[in-house]
């Protein structure tokens, strides 16, 4: 499997913003396809600013055909009143393409997110679930509290980054 930026293969944005929308729109109310697409386009981080931290990359076949996306982000992933209490950065976006799920791509691109952070000298993760706790428990993260999206129940997780 073979990794790249999101921003360097745009032509597989609006397939994964649709497929990202589709999963998590209802959480984020006012959010908008375009933003999904402009997410995954617009990969930036200045370094230090951890609010502006925001990076995707796609895992792609060794054809070259992108088979699911993944994001590393600074903010954003809880309501304003949890923020505060919940610094990232955070693992975030993760969506794999229906016809390659169940195949290890979601496995594949979050120990490949987990060890970009680790390279930017982060020390831990935080992730936000609605559903998939278990999938992550496994791959060593762990539950850190509840909290609710949009009214809906959803699950923090962390894990640490050994350097």
Do not use: C
């Amino acid at each position: 499997m073979n990794y790249v930026t999101t921003a360097s293969f745009a032509a597989a944005a609006d397939r994964f913003a649709a497929l990202q929308y589709a999963e998590w729109g209802h959480l984020y109310p006012g959010s908008s396809l375009g933003q999904y697409r402009e997410g995954l386009l617009n990969n930036r981080w200045n370094g230090s600013d951890l609010e502006s931290l925001n990076l995707a990359w796609f895992a792609l076949d060794d054809a070259g055909e992108p088979l699911g996306v993944a994001m590393l982000v600074g903010d954003g992933e809880v309501e304003p009143e949890a923020s505060n209490l919940l610094e990232g950065p955070w693992f975030a976006g993760l969506v794999v393409d229906p016809r390659f799920r169940r195949h290890g791509v979601g496995t594949a691109l979050l120990d490949f997110v987990t060890k970009q952070a680790r390279s930017l000298g982060f020390r831990h993760l935080r992730l936000v679930t609605e559903h998939s706790t278990g999938f992550y428990e496994r791959r060593g993260w762990t539950v850190d509290q509840a909290v609710t999206l949009n009214s809906i129940p959803n699950t923090v997780m962390f894990i640490t980054l050994e350097p």
